[in-house]
């Protein structure tokens, strides 16, 4: 069974830095793409950066310049390095697994969530 999990996360001030882990497991044959995604109170969700298994990351205009996305030297995990953070970055942060094959199907897959705060 696939199991997608966020680690770091936490309260920071303005101007602060954090750092986001993912790591994807459980009988994974190949993944297209890993991303993370944002949701503060009352707002859609809305992708924050992603990465393809095969080229170059793309980024919400947003955050472009102060946050990174980048993958582990493990497979199918990946971190987010956010910089310059402001209280408008304040979401619950989700990680994505996009297009997971497994022996049994083809889907999507989503973490449990990790809050970031930033206070002003």
């Known amino acids: 069974q696939v199991r997608v999990v966020e680690s770091g996360g936490g309260s920071v001030q303005s101007g602060g830095s954090l750092r986001l882990s993912c790591a994807a497991s459980?009988?994974?044959?190949?993944?297209?793409?890993m991303g993370w995604y944002r949701q503060a109170p009352a707002k859609q969700r809305e992708l924050v950066a992603s990465i393809p298994t095969v080229g170059s990351p793309d980024y919400a205009n947003s955050v472009k310049g102060r946050f990174t996305i980048s993958r582990g030297s493990v497979p199918n995990r990946v971190y987010l390095q956010m910089n310059s953070l402001t209280p408008e970055d304040t979401a619950v942060y989700y990680c994505?697994?996009?297009?997971?094959?497994?022996?049994?199907?083809?889907?999507?897959?989503w973490g449990q969530g990790a809050q970031v705060t930033v206070s002003p």
């Open positions: 994505n697994a996009h297009r997971v094959l497994t022996n049994r199907d083809l889907r999507d897959y």
């Open positions: 459980g009988g994974i044959r190949s993944i297209e793409s």
